[in-house]
């Protein structure tokens, strides 16, 4: 059984840097493409970030571009989304996803077959 499972700090200021982590079992993070999505209230689910099955491609959405990283320690079986320069534009609840049959990273939701449950980031001004 696979299970992803988000965690990090919920709440910061405009400004701030958080980071998510991204907890993986059932599968290793370092043999499938991840992906990190996010949904704000009342908007569908978009792109931030995926990396590819070797690590050697990662994506990033061009409103993140600059501010943050994602990243994966084989080790812990875990990928992190490091968030700098926070805006109150990217508050959502934030997603990992896995995705077992592709190699390369997906902007695309279809594409990943497993996905955590979620983990609320809100950021004031």
């Known amino acids: 059984q696979v299970q992803l499972v988000e965690s990090g700090r919920g709440s910061a200021q405009a400004g701030d840097s958080l980071r998510l982590s991204c907890a993986a079992s059932?599968?290793?993070?370092?043999?499938?493409?991840m992906g990190w999505f996010r949904q704000a209230l009342g908007k569908e689910r978009e792109f931030v970030a995926a990396?590819?099955?070797?690590?050697?491609?990662?994506l990033y959405a061009d409103s993140v571009k600059g501010r943050f990283t994602m990243s994966r320690d084989s080790a812990k079986n875990t990928v992190y989304l490091q968030m700098r320069s926070l805006e109150p534009e990217d508050t959502a609840v934030y997603y990992c996803?896995?995705?077992?049959?592709?190699?390369?990273?997906?902007?695309?939701?279809?594409?990943?077959?497993?996905w955590g449950q979620g983990t609320q980031v809100t950021v004031s001004s």
């Open positions: 990396m590819s099955r070797n690590g050697g491609i990662t």
């Open positions: 996803a896995l995705d077992t049959n592709r190699s390369i990273p997906s902007r695309l939701t279809a594409p990943y077959d497993y």
């Open positions: 059932g599968r290793t993070v370092s043999s499938n493409a």
